[in-house]
Structure formats: C-alpha cells, structure tokens
C-alpha cells in the first residue's frame, strides 16, 4: 500500500513537473492591437539598437515609464525574441518588416503605422564638397529614373521584383578614388548578404552615386550603432543603412537630400 501511495505521488510529482514547464515555455497571446497598447506600462518593445525605432521608443515610451525597450544588435534576434514570447512587439522599418512576415508567418505587422521617415545619407559635417557632389548625382538619378528601377527590383510587384538590377556603366571612371561606404548588412532588402556578398537597394544605389561621382565604392559592414563613429572618425565617407534623419543625429552628422521614404511599423504575434 505505502508502495502504491509511493507511485501515485512520485507520478503527481512529475505530472506537477512537466506542467509546471510546459507552462513556463508557453507564448502568451498577442497583446498589442494598436499604437495605444504600448502605453499600458507592462510591455516590451523590440528594436535595433541605434535606430530610429530605438530613438521613438526610448524617448516617447521608457523614460516616460510607459513601457521597457528591448535592445538586439540585430532586426532578427529581435524577431525571434518576439517569437519566443520574451518581448511583446519588434518596432522596425517597414520594409524589413515584410521580410521578416513573409520568413514568419505567426507573425503580423499592425495596419497603423508608427512613425514615418526619410532615409539619407550621413556625411560627416566637414565634408561639405562630398554633400553637394551626391546630391546632384541622386538628383540626376531621381530624374532619370534609375532610384526607381533599383527600388522596384527589390520591393516592387512580382513582375518587376529581379527584373532591373543596377550594373556600372561600361567603362566607368573612377579615377577620384574610393568611395567607403559603411553600413549594417543586416536590413533587407536595404542591405543584407547573400551568395557571399552584401547587396540590396541601398548597396545599388550607393553603387550607381559612385558611378556619377567618379569614385570606387567600398563597403565596409559593421553594428549598426557603428556606422556613425565611422562617419564622423573618418573610417568611412558616408553611412548608408536606411538611416533615417533625426534631430538627434544631426548633432553629430550631416546628411544628403533624401533618396527615399519609409515608415515605422510594428510586428506582433498573430495570436
């Protein structure tokens, strides 16, 4: 009998054991349905370090004690915490955020958008040539329609996705030396690796300002809370990673015209 009553416990105790960690492991439902939801004081927000979902999220909800943000060194580590229920939401620019969803399909991106911005070029504040030298060459590339073609081959309509990749004019010149571009490959379809080299729309359009400008383009990839330092240390000519203009970054860099538009968006679980 005490064998008995020895079993049925020992059999409780490990019922209680593996409840106890399915629970532990379980992911709790989505509980953001709106820019609103972040307010209540108990979420947490996922973001990119140094970007522009970190600055919002950062000065308009943690040090107002609205809510807690979350810091990855990249888009995806922060995606896969939302997906192991550890954050609530990822705040992330809406381009890479259709890529993430397509890769995910437990996951959503909210309709109401979070914040709209304008992705430019950083430029360190003393090399004002340089500035005026790649505005007029987007300029000529916004005229003849070569930014469009470039955007529309990454995030375009399934007919033009792939259809017109950027190639260097033939016999290019580049005898105004190297143009160091840095950046964080790890924004798609901004810039992202693959078949053993960093691509996407900005890679191309950096690629087709060289060309206008008459230098060779060198990409040098790093944290995306580098490319700054880089910019202002004179590591590199300009920063392109979909950065967006900020009060905060003028401070300590310059930027070109604008070469295209995006917004802040949110991702959550789809339940």
């Known amino acids: 009998m005490k064998n008995k009553k020895k079993l049925t416990a020992l059999a409780l105790t ?3 054991l ?10 709790p439902d989505n509980s953001v349905n709106s820019i609103k939801d972040l307010e209540s004081g108990n979420k947490k927000i996922g973001v990119q370090t140094g970007t522009t979902g970190d600055t919002i999220s950062t000065s308009d909800y943690e040090k107002k004690g609205l809510a807690k943000v979350e810091r990855y060194n990249k888009g995806a580590d922060a995606v896969q915490s939302l997906k192991q229920g550890k954050i609530d939401c990822v705040i992330i620019d809406t381009e890479p955020a259709k890529v993430f969803v397509e890769k995910n399909k437990d996951l959503k991106v909210l309709d109401e958008p979070f914040a709209n911005e ?11 040539k340089l500035k005026e030298e790649i505005n007029a ?5 916004k005229e003849d329609g070569t930014l469009d073609k470039i955007k529309k081959n990454y995030v375009g309509t399934d007919s033009e996705i792939g259809k017109t990749p950027y190639t260097s004019p033939e016999n290019v010149d580049t005898s105004k030396g190297t143009l160091i571009m840095a950046t964080n490959a790890e924004f798609p379809p ?4 693959e078949d053993n080299k ?3 729309i900005d890679v191309d359009m950096a690629q087709a300002v060289a060309d206008k400008i008459g230098r060779k383009l060198k990409i040098e990839d790093m944290d995306f809370d580098s490319v700054t330092p880089a910019v202002t240390s004179g590591k590199a000519d300009i920063g392109v990673a979909g950065i967006s203009v900020t009060k905060d970054r003028l401070k300590n860099v310059d930027f070109t015209d604008s070469y295209a538009t995006s917004k802040q968006v949110i991702i959550v679980r789809g339940k």
């Open 198 to 200: 960093i691509t996407g």
């Open 14 to 16: 490990v019922a209680c």
């Open 18 to 27: 593996m409840s106890l960690g399915a629970c532990g492991n379980s992911i």
């Open 190 to 193: 901004y810039e992202y690796h």
């Open 118 to 128: 304008d992705y430019a070029i950083e430029i360190d504040k003393s090399n004002g």
């Open 137 to 141: 060459a987007l300029a000529k590339l």
